[in-house]
């Protein structure tokens, strides 16, 4: 979202936005001492542009302690509560205030704060506003008993913080945007509403990439140009010894700073691939041998120097990848490039090379958002290795003569873990992730998985798989619940990888699930195809694994299984084992 958006603007656009909304709709409530209103419409406008089908609600004023339980259900709950009005004007009160009426104030608010976590502790996302007095004490020469009281209790809340809570530093937003831009003391007086348009715009940004993550947004892959926009100058014209990126020149430095970003993403899991118009022999070259050039053949998943188009390249880059367009983001230092992919691949996000270069790594560090990871797992660290590996793949399968045969010949073993907490924040990830083998495509926190594995009606599978190859780490989950007999179950939520959609895994993960099922004495298996815009390969997953229609519409399917009459596939070429 621009700054320059003006608020009216907002409105229009966000009514429009939302009668194009499909699916289930993501409820975020907003509690708080303080006027917010403003944040509501802000905070929607920007999710839903990123394809996040929100709905922002505020509880009432300064109520937070009760609306943390009626909001409780909520997927997520955002805190504004504010220091100056905890007690009625104690920005200025607290001076005269004795250390034992103070202790006093801590005292009552580090109970409520306890309450509103204790009714929050299921709750999937929590953001809370650190308390800040930045707002009345930024010119103070003393430290004042304000500064004091907002240390006390953020020491307080950091030590008392859950896993599903984070805290918000509005002080990088004020340096971000400026005291005087966020903050509007008329108001303040007026109506107890102190943050400004502007404010809530650089708020909204800053913590979009939480609830972006959350529900499956982060993008995946950063699709580079090479000339001027990993190093200075055009390698077709000036040469491998006339491009720029050495941290010793002012423009190579420049660059010597994107490449740094790049391999910082590429170590937190995100996918480098390049997408240039040159020959791809001389960018070969200068990966290979420049001696400024921080980026390795290693470090790029994909590279698509050629003399093709761009927005043919970067299908080809999704596609290889095996990721949705909208998982992208393009940079590029050509106007006319940029714009075409625009409007040719809207899903595409496209960040255009400032022409003041010394913009260029600040454009780089205000999107660092957008590829937001919570955890870093793993499969993370070695996420560009286990594209290469699949590239190895793709080129055995050409050496067979049948599908079988190649299958056979990757030498399989599956390891099934259950319950696992080690791995909940990859489950988690692969819930927000997965799009394409995803039966249902509901969204977990590492909290909600975390419940789940510790409920006893629930069981949490996943499946790590690995091959001749390498191992291509935990890429399969499965989520169960138990009516109180456990004579039936249901398969909330059944997942893979797109890295290893093609090699039967699912249906060896499915006998395996099935059979754990029976062992334990359950009869029959509900279960739920939910159509998305991605995943309709397993349309019909499920009734190639013995399930019975129920129900049928155009968006759902309910199926049943007689655990009896379920038929295994029985591949032989994958082993599978428990952890």
């Known amino acids: 979202m621009r700054q320059d958006t003006t608020y009216a603007d907002i409105l229009r656009q966000n009514r429009q936005l939302a009668k194009s909304m499909t699916g289930d709709k993501y409820e975020i409530k907003v509690l708080s001492n303080i006027t917010v209103a403003h944040l509501n419409d802000i905070l929607e406008y920007s999710l839903r542009n990123l394809g996040v089908p929100a709905i922002v609600g505020s509880g009432d004023y300064n109520n937070i302690v009760q609306d943390s339980f009626k909001f409780k259900d909520s997927p997520c709950i955002i805190i504004f509560w504010e220091l100056c009005n905890i007690v009625d004007n104690l920005h200025f009160r607290v001076e005269l205030l004795t250390d034992e009426e103070t202790r006093s104030i801590s005292n009552q608010v580090e109970s409520e704060l306890d309450l509103v976590l204790a009714n929050l502790s299921e709750t999937s996302l929590v953001l809370i506003n650190k308390f800040n007095s930045r707002l009345f004490s930024a010119f103070s020469l003393h430290g004042t008993k304000l500064e004091a009281l907002a240390k006390h209790l953020n020491e307080y809340l950091s030590g008392v913080l859950p896993r599903n809570v984070q805290l918000v530093e509005l002080d990088n937003i004020f340096l971000a945007r400026g005291l005087e831009v966020s903050v509007d003391m008329r108001r303040y007086y007026s109506t107890r509403s102190i943050y400004t348009i502007d404010f809530f715009k650089a708020y909204t940004q800053y913590i979009q990439p939480f609830i972006t993550a959350a529900t499956g947004r982060s993008k995946k892959t950063i699709i580079f140009d090479c000339d001027n926009t990993l190093w200075k100058g055009v390698l077709g014209e000036d040469g491998f010894d006339g491009i720029e990126m ?12 994107i490449q740094t970003m790049a391999l910082c993403l590429q170590q937190q899991g995100v996918i480098l691939t390049l997408c240039s118009k040159n020959n791809r022999a001389d960018v070969e070259e200068v990966i290979a041998n420049h001696p400024d050039m921080q980026l390795t053949a290693e470090h790029i998943a994909v590279n698509k120097s050629n003399w093709s188009d761009k927005v043919s390249n970067i299908r080809a880059i999704s596609e290889e990848l095996g990721i949705g367009l909208d998982s992208c983001v393009f940079i590029d230092d050509s106007p006319l490039e940029t714009e075409l992919v625009r409007q ?3 899903q595409v996000t496209v960040l255009l090379v400032p022409k003041s270069l010394d913009e260029y790594p600040k454009l780089l560090r205000n999107n660092i958002g957008l590829f937001f990871n919570p955890s870093l797992t793993k499969e993370d660290a070695a996420r560009t ?3 290469r590996a ?23 073993k599956a390891v099934i873990h259950e319950d696992d907490h080690a791995i909940v924040a ?3 990830q692969m819930s927000q992730r997965t799009n394409q083998f995803n039966l249902t495509t509901r969204r977990y926190t590492e909290e909600d998985i975390r419940t789940m594995v510790d409920r006893a009606e629930s069981k949490v599978l996943a499946l790590s798989l690995s ?6 780490g935990v890429t399969g989950l499965c989520i169960i619940h138990f009516t109180s007999a456990r004579t039936c179950a249901e398969i909330d939520t059944l997942l893979m990888s797109c890295r290893i959609i093609g090699r039967n895994v699912e249906y060896a993960f499915m006998d395996h699930i099935i059979a754990r099922l029976r062992s334990e004495q359950v009869t029959h298996v509900e279960a739920t195809y939910v159509k998305t815009a991605k995943n309709e390969q397993v349309e ?4 190639r694994c013995s399930f019975t229609v129920n129900k049928r519409t155009d968006l759902t399917t309910h199926y049943t299984l007689q655990v009896d009459e379920y038929v295994p596939k029985n591949l032989e070429y994958i082993e599978i084992v428990d952890d």
């Open 467 to 472: 091959d001749k190859f390498g191992d291509s």
């Open 385 to 387: 290795e286990m594209y």
């Open 246 to 257: 050495s941290p010793r020149t002012k423009h190579g430095s420049i660059f010597f700073e």
């Open 390 to 412: 699949q590239a190895e793949r793709m080129a055995a399968r050409s050496t067979t003569s049948t599908v079988d045969e190649y299958l056979a010949s990757l030498m399989h």
């Open 540 to 543: 019909n997953f499920f009734d």
């Open 426 to 428: 990859r489950m988690a």
């Open 344 to 346: 040719q691949l809207p």
